[in-house]
């Protein structure tokens, strides 16, 4: 079991971060999600305002859409306080596989 928000990048490939809209993501695990790590997520970023979290939720692009591995939560509570955009991280080069192992 990989630690939360680890993401195994292989030698060569780059991690690169950026904003997306909120619309573009889709989470990958849809299993039940505890209510109490959702508020506390919630409330992380109602305290840190238009401020964003390091390192933020990752995961890896499907076309024009986001595809989340670790984060929903923070995804969930950033869809409850009406935001339009969020952090990300993601794998460029010979890593997508790497990552793709991770949400199995």
Not at 3 to 21: E, F, K, L, N
Request: hydrophobic content about 45%; glycine content about 10%.
């Amino acid at each position: 079991m990989i630690a939360d928000r680890a993401m195994v990048v292989p030698m060569g490939a780059t991690v690169r971060t950026g904003y997306v809209a909120l619309e573009q993501v889709r989470m990958l695990c849809r299993e039940r999600m505890a209510v109490g790590d959702v508020e506390a997520a919630y409330r992380r970023l109602l305290q840190m305002g238009t401020a964003s979290l390091f390192p933020p939720p990752n995961g890896r692009w499907d076309g024009g859409s986001f595809e989340i591995i670790d984060g929903r939560h923070e995804f969930v509570a950033s869809l409850m306080l009406g935001k339009t955009h969020m952090l990300v991280a993601w794998i460029e080069g010979s890593a997508g596989d790497a990552n793709a192992r991770q949400a199995d």
